[in-house]
């Protein structure tokens, strides 16, 4: 069992930066591959970032490529998402998630946390 919390999402103007957090309980976080997921209003769940349970894969969607970066520090059990040059669009809940298996884009994941709002003005 893996109990996720998220932290560090607010509101913010377009072209700033957060940092998210997730912290993981359980002594078996460096087992997991971890996403970021985000939900907009009336829209479905969609994949942000990957990494796997070491931290030498990433995964992006085509949409945050080269503005948002994933990590992870298996000694904290905690893994970030660093969002730069927010843009209105970014606008969701944000949700973090783990899972046994290998990085995946779908929504499949055992583990969810409750997610962070992150609203970003024009």
């Known amino acids: 069992q893996v109990q996720l919390v998220e932290s560090g999402g607010g509101l913010v103007q377009a072209g700033d930066s957060l940092r998210l957090s997730c912290a993981a309980s359980g002594r078996t976080f460096s087992s997991y591959a971890m996403g970021w997921f985000r939900q907009a209003p009336g829209k479905e769940r969609e994949f942000v970032a990957a990494i796997n349970w070491s931290g030498d894969f990433t995964y992006y969607a085509d949409s945050v490529k080269g503005r948002f970066t994933i990590s992870r520090d298996n000694g904290k059990n905690t893994v970030y998402l660093q969002m730069k040059s927010l843009k209105p669009e970014d606008t969701a809940v944000y949700y973090c998630?783990?899972?046994?298996?290998?990085?995946?884009?779908?929504?499949?994941?055992?583990?969810w946390g409750q997610g962070t709002q992150v609203t970003v003005s024009s």
């Open positions: 998630a783990a899972d046994l298996g290998a990085v995946v884009i779908t929504p499949t994941y055992d583990y």
